[in-house]
């Protein structure tokens, strides 16, 4: 009765009432596994074996002897490949001890060989694999009878757990078999995380009462293989998520592992990672501290609270939270956090530590929206002098940033760039030359220059990596990589090639699934693009709903897509009021690009109430600042403005000219619809120039009016790709006026019938000729 | 009075006697010794049956005679500990109590082995690894029996153990609900169940028999929730009913009342207990923790001694005599003695927290972060444990570090002013004042045990130039230590004071800043300042007395705040 209610459970690694956190620490136990690796190097020493299968062999035994317990089978299927005879000779060998007595182990560990006499072969006590048989012995002797005989037992379980398999497992054999003939050295690690991948899958919870109680225990992993499951797994939460485990399916390893080694305090860090995947700020912040607290445990044997003993990961475990509530947005509990971190560091004097507070400092209130350039300046300052090039390069970056918003000059950006990638590739920081050539592409995109921005995100893409390949994951999933695919994205779609936007889009949900950190990239990149598409389609409708999802995303772009919407919908006012809103908004984030494209929009507002004259300095600021900042493409926008304007207002020579400045980077650098807008306009002021009136009275200059009749074809060209209908229907409408207008009467036929058509699709009333752009 | 009406539902003490007698035979001849033992306890609280009136023996069935002498040599090795021997002469067996015993006695088996193989561990590749390999074999033939509906009360509660140990807790619960129903005055059968019930909602669903033992139940359940009030209506009732002699009961108050901190009833209990009881040892763990609370070092002392010669290898002795050697701050022997009570038993919950407290006065922060965490492994709800990590990290001055663990103590215990208190320090110290004035108020407001709320709440106020609200607090606080009656060895009556003179003072209320300065010359520290504020006072009292001065007499008035407690209060509540 006593010990159904209370387990008598009792702790050999206890002493003083306290189990030591490390019991791993005594790393060589004898196994059944490391038996029949001590066989096969008994066989090796005893036999002879051809040169080649010898040189096969040599390569074998280190990983062998490193690497995880693998099951017997795996172990002769490795050995088998590089030398069959051996392998039989070790099968036998085993055979021998599982099948005979006690006394047949016994006399296996007596026979082998000494290290210590043997002077000549290979197993002479320093040699690796000396040391290896010197270890075992160890081990071995120092067992009690009882757990000789425990280590017999597992032997013969081991062993005939191998040739029992095929009977009641068959189909499960082959595939390990499949799976092992193209293994080579490198991956015989990967098999062993694929098969407990695939016991996963095999084997659910419960399944059935007799089947469960009758599949092998899935036992506790041994310390390496403990570890390797969680390097590994590590490892893929940051590079590859979708190769890892799904949450679900590690937090139960994880269990399992936790309740066989509750001291495995890596396991508690990983459970910390899993939970932050899940956005769970309740169970990452409980593991991240109970990792912490056994760290403290771990780190305290024989140092004292200096350098190197459990003050600093007080130190970096107080960081740490910091950083996990900075990733879960509570700024004010970050803040707090990092102080402590820094106090604590301060008063240890651990600089290395405060560089990464600092910098997390600046980080932090880059988040909160306030200017920390000055931090990131001394923080990179720092960082150098203590020799810490990624935080140095980082800072950099950061700097770069701040740059790149506040209007920092082109080429002042791009030296720093480039001083930064110098340090990077001295350093073979290869995560930090993603960041780098991901930001390029980003400064690029946002000063127009499509083609280059193109180019450094193709650029990033088909890097390889400098990092070694583990574990077969190729492409990384870090944010560089989810920036660069998102903007390889959207300059698709304003190209028009919707089709390539789907399959990159994509791809970009297999990589970052929606509950991954960098999902919201391409969320909202996805919006933004249907949102482009359906107001290019002239469906104000559709684009509305879409707003709301924008603004979940992101608040000032929702408040400009809405903008923009009510603007199409005709409610002006509405517009005004949001677009004023935006515009003080703006002005004190200094989000520039925002601010001039608020600019344009209250300028077009003005454009049709008819205020032209108003518009115009408006357009004149927008295009100040646009030149100011290097914003190219915005700049050709606000061109285009102006030339309409100008038009408008009765100066079409003017605004040919102005166009003719705006119109060659447009062409070069702009969107679909940009080019088409500009050809449009560029038509109009040639028919305006060639004293084309809408009574129809014939063109002054018949040479300008057919050079609008190609323009307005190429401008058609453009507007059908992206099935904008509404301009179309314009584009048909003056291009039956010209026609008529120069007596090409079937023409002009043709196209008032492809207006007509167009008109009666649309329903909505055409616009008197555009009052837009 | 719901017990009365029970009792009358189920025939009088009489019949529960009774019935009580039989289940007692019943365990004994199954060797479920602790069942027994508490079944025992009770039935002798209850009044001697008349001899005629002894429940008969349980019938004699066919089975029973076939398996006689198979299970009387059974179970003699049974009591012996040689389980695979009773296990090996009970196969074949049909009866029911033949398998019962025969299914004990191979989950006891196992059990052992289990213990003892933990020793022989081949390291850390086994560790854990170890376990009962009997476990499986038991469930699968006892599910089979199960699903056939072959089991009887005894077999069913075997077979919820099993479940259990093999970590199916859901199906577990339900076993033992089935084993409940089948066998209502099995009280192995409630423990085990009250282990496996988490929260209030799921003991709500559960589906009980109507049995007088269902209130030994649910105040069970209700300590073990920390819904002390219903446990303690629940024991009232029960002794009302007649079980007023049940040492049970009175240890499950006492213990009760030491969960909600209310020390002096709890110690009279424990006392009554020893004077009924002297040789128990059970629950005197409990016991010395209130001496300890209490700093009565003879008393503590000489339980100790007494527990050594009782018995020097328990648990609860173990704690025991570490308690005593921590009231004389021997931290050292403390812990070794606490080591030592977890030696005998790991999972003894108290001994962790009580380990971390001690390396705690030792500064061996890590040892002590080590200590609770292996004490909330053992139970997460143990919220010492939670607070005791807590003040650890305060005192490795990481205030914001320090908070995570509080919050989670005090979510355990929101009632319990200390989290609230250590909570607003923390927040204090992060310079979060409104947090931390919450945290006063509120520790305030659930009954501060250490009074010592008001003045923090009262000094931040002081601190952030709030002098209205500070003055209030004081006030409060004043009230407050004199309205408890003893005297505290912490209180700053003088601070108060002094800091409400010179408050009326300046808010011209001469009167009742006259009347706190003399109170402050009542104490050392504060004697001459309050002597120079009545010296002040006098001063421009005087000047007060000269014509000009009466302009300013009704304008003073109008400055006094609205919200001030008035002053004369303060005779009403001195001592």
């Given amino acids: 009765m006593a010990s159904v209610h209370e387990s008598l459970y009792f702790n050999p690694m206890m002493t003083n009432g306290v189990v030591h956190a490390n019991v791993f620490g005594i790393k060589d136990w004898v196994t059944p596994y490391k038996i029949s690796v001590l066989a096969l190097l008994y066989d090796m020493t005893a036999s002879k074996i051809s040169l080649p299968e010898r040189r096969r062999l040599n390569k074998l035994i280190l990983p062998l002897q490193q690497g995880p317990d693998l099951s017997l089978g795996q172990f002769l299927k490795t050995v088998e490949e590089c030398c069959p005879q051996t392998a039989y000779a070790v099968k036998q060998r085993l055979q021998e001890m599982a099948d005979g007595e006690l006394k047949d182990m016994e006399y296996f560990f007596s026979t082998l060989p000494t290290p210590f006499t043997a002077f000549d072969s290979e197993a002479y006590k320093t040699s690796v694999v000396g040391l290896f048989m010197r270890h075992m012995l160890l081990a071995y002797n120092k067992l009690s009878f009882s757990q ?59 399944e059935s009462e007799l089947r469960s109680d009758n599949a092998p225990s899935r036992g506790p992993l041994s310390q390496k293989q403990a570890e390797y499951f969680l390097a590994r797994q590590a490892y893929l939460l940051k590079n590859d998520e979708n190769k890892a485990l799904k949450p679900a399916a590690l937090q139960e390893e994880l269990n399992n592992m936790l309740k066989f080694n509750p001291d495995f305090a890596e396991a508690h860090y990983l459970n910390y990672l899993n939970s932050m995947r899940v956005q769970d700020i309740f169970l990452s912040a409980h593991c991240l501290l109970h990792y912490f607290d056994r760290l403290i445990l771990s780190g305290n044997e024989g140092k004292s609270n200096g350098d190197e003993g459990y003050g600093r990961s007080l130190r970096y475990a107080a960081l740490n939270l910091a950083s996990l509530h900075c990733r879960f947005g509570h700024y004010q509990q970050a803040d707090l956090a990092l102080q402590e971190a820094i106090r604590i560091a301060q008063e240890s004097n651990d600089h290395v530590c405060l560089q990464h507070c600092l910098s997390w400092l600046y980080t932090l209130e880059q988040m909160k929206g306030s200017d920390s350039t000055v931090l990131t300046e001394d923080s990179v300052k720092m960082a150098a002098h203590f020799c810490l090039p990624y935080l140095a390069s980082l800072g950099n970056q950061s700097l770069v940033q701040q740059g790149a918003t506040q209007g920092e000059t082109a080429h002042k950006l791009m030296d720093a760039l480039k001083d930064t990638d110098i340090l990077h590739w001295k350093h073979s920081l290869s995560e930090l030359i993603e960041i780098s050539l991901a930001q390029t592409t980003s400064i690029w995109r946002m000063y127009g220059k499509s083609t280059m921005a193109l180019q450094q995100a193709q650029l990033l893409l088909n890097m390889s990596s400098l990092e070694p390949v583990n574990f077969g994951v190729q492409q990384n999933n870090t944010e560089a990589f989810a920036v660069a695919l998102c903007h390889l994205a959207e300059l698709h779609a304003e190209q028009g090639l919707y089709c390539a936007v789907s399959h990159i889009l994509q791809h970009l949900k297999e990589q970052f699934p929606p509950h991954s950190q960098h999902a919201k990239l391409w969320m909202l990149c996805n919006l933004k693009i249907q949102f482009e598409r359906h107001m290019n389609e002239g469906k104000y409708q559709m684009a509305e709903p879409l707003v709301t999802a924008i603004s979940a995303l992101n608040k000032t772009e929702g408040l400009y897509r809405k903008a923009q919407v009510l603007k199409a919908l005709n409610r002006s006012t509405e517009a005004y009021s949001v677009l004023q809103r935006l515009q003080v908004h703006c002005e004190t984030t200094k989000c520039t690009e925002v601010v001039i494209r608020v600019m344009l929009s209250t300028a077009e507002l003005h454009w049709e109430s008819s205020g032209f004259s108003t518009a115009l300095p408006l357009l004149l600021q927008a295009l100040a600042l646009a030149r100011k900042h290097h914003l190219q493409s915005l700049a050709s926008e606000t061109i285009l403005h102006l030339a309409f304007t100008q038009l408008m207002l009765g100066v079409p020579e003017h605004a040919l000219s102005v166009l003719h400045e705006a119109i060659e980077p447009v062409l070069a650098h702009g969107s679909v619809m940009d080019k088409g807008r500009a050809l449009l306009l560029t038509a109009r002021c040639q028919m305006a120039v060639a004293g084309f009136r809408l009574n129809g009275k014939g063109p002054a200059d018949f040479h300008l009016a057919g050079l609008a009749v190609d323009t307005l074809n190429e401008a058609a060209g453009y507007f059908s790709k992206l099935n904008c209908k509404e301009r179309l229907r314009d584009v048909h409408y003056l291009h039956a006026l010209l026609h008529r207008s120069l007596g090409q009467t079937s023409q002009c036929h043709k196209s008032a019938m492809l207006f007509r058509l167009l008109d009666q699709e649309l329903q909505s009333p055409a616009p008197p000729v555009s009052m837009r752009l | 009075m719901k017990m009365a009406a029970l009792c009358s539902e189920y025939g009088d003490l009489v019949q529960i006697k009774k019935q009580l007698m039989s289940v007692i035979s019943l365990c004994k001849e199954r060797g479920l010794l602790h069942s027994s033992k508490w079944a025992s306890e009770l039935a002798s609280a209850l009044d001697r049956l008349p001899k005629d009136e002894l429940p008969p023996s349980p019938p004699f069935t066919e089975e029973d005679a076939q398996d006689l002498d198979a299970l009387t040599l059974a179970k003699s090795y049974f009591d012996l500990k040689e389980y695979d021997r009773a296990a090996y002469f009970l196969k074949g067996c049909c009866s029911q109590k033949a398998y019962f015993l025969y299914m004990y006695s191979r989950y006891l088996s196992g059990e052992k082995k289990k213990d003892d193989e933990t020793v022989d561990s081949l390291g850390p590749l086994e560790k854990g690894q170890v376990r009962n390999e009997a476990l499986r074999e038991l469930r699968v033939e006892l599910s089979k029996k199960h699903n056939a509906g072959e089991l009887d009360g005894f077999t069913l509660y075997l077979y919820g153990v099993v479940l259990r140990k093999l970590d199916l807790l859901k199906e577990a619960v339900e076993v033992f609900v089935e084993a409940i129903h089948a066998l209502p005055l099995h009280w192995g059968a409630w423990l085990e169940l009250s282990n496996l019930v ?54 499950q108050i006492a213990v009760a009342y030491h969960n909600i901190r209310d020390i002096d009833q709890a110690l009279a209990l424990f006392n009554e207990l020893r004077e009924q009881d002297p040789y128990r040892i059970d629950n005197m763990d409990t016991f010395s923790n209130l001496l300890y609370v209490k700093s009565m070092k003879p008393e503590l002392s000489y339980l100790a001694h007494n527990l050594v010669e009782i018995d020097k290898y328990r648990v609860e002795t173990c704690c025991v005599i570490g308690n005593y050697y921590s009231l004389r701050s021997q931290h050292e022997k403390a812990a070794l003695y606490f080591q030592r009570a977890l030696k005998l038993n790991p999972r003894c919950l108290g001994a962790w927290t009580l380990m971390g407290h001690e390396y705690m006065e030792m500064k061996n922060t890590s040892a002590a972060i080590q200590a609770y965490r292996h004490a909330i492994e053992v139970n997460k709800r143990d919220y010492r444990a939670w607070y005791g990590l807590g003040q650890t990290y305060e005192i490795l001055k990481m205030p914001f570090y320090c908070l995570y663990y509080y919050r989670k103590a005090h979510q355990l215990r929101p009632n319990d002013s200390r989290m609230l208190v250590a909570l607003g320090e923390s927040y204090e110290k992060l310079s979060q004042h409104s947090e931390a004035k919450k945290c006063y108020w509120r520790a305030y407001s659930v009954g501060d045990v250490e009074k010592m709320a008001l003045l923090k709440l009262a000094k931040l106020h002081e601190q952030l130039n709030e002098s209205d609200d ?53 104490y050392n520290d504060a004697r001459e300042e309050g002597k120079a504020l009545l010296r002040q006072i006098s001063q421009v009292r005087d000047q007060i007395e000269t014509p000009s001065a009466d302009l300013f007499a009704p304008l003073s008035n109008n400055n006094t705040p609205v919200r001030r407690v008035s002053p004369l209060n303060l005779i009403s509540f001195t001592p």
Wanted: charged content about 25%.
């Fill in chain 1, 148 to 206: 000789v005989y425990k280590l017999y037992k597992s032997l013969q379980l081991y062993y005939h757990s191998h040739y029992a398999k095929p009977a009641d497992g068959q189909s499960s054999l082959p595939a390990l078999v499949a799976d092992d003939s193209d293994m080579d050295l490198t991956s015989t690690e990967d098999t062993v995380g694929d098969r407990i991948d695939r016991e996963e899958l095999d084997t659910p919870m419960h």
């Fill in chain 2, 470 to 522: 500070a003055a209030q607090c004081y006030m409060l606080y004043i009230q407050d230590i004199f309205s408890c009656g003893e005297q505290l060895e912490h209180a700053e009556v003088s601070t108060a004071l002094r800091y409400l003179g010179q408050y009326y003072f300046k808010n011209k209320l001469y009167d009742e800043a006259s009347l706190c300065a003399q109170r402050c010359c009542d």
């Fill in chain 2, 198 to 251: 988490t929260n209030i909602e799921m003991l709500k669903s559960l589906s009980l028999p109507d049995c007088w033992i269902k209130d030994f139940f649910l105040a069970h359940m209700y300590t073990e929730l920390q819904m002390i009030k219903e446990a303690l209506q629940k024991y009232q009732n029960l002794i009302e009913a007649g079980f007023s002699k049940s040492t049970y009961i009175i240890s």
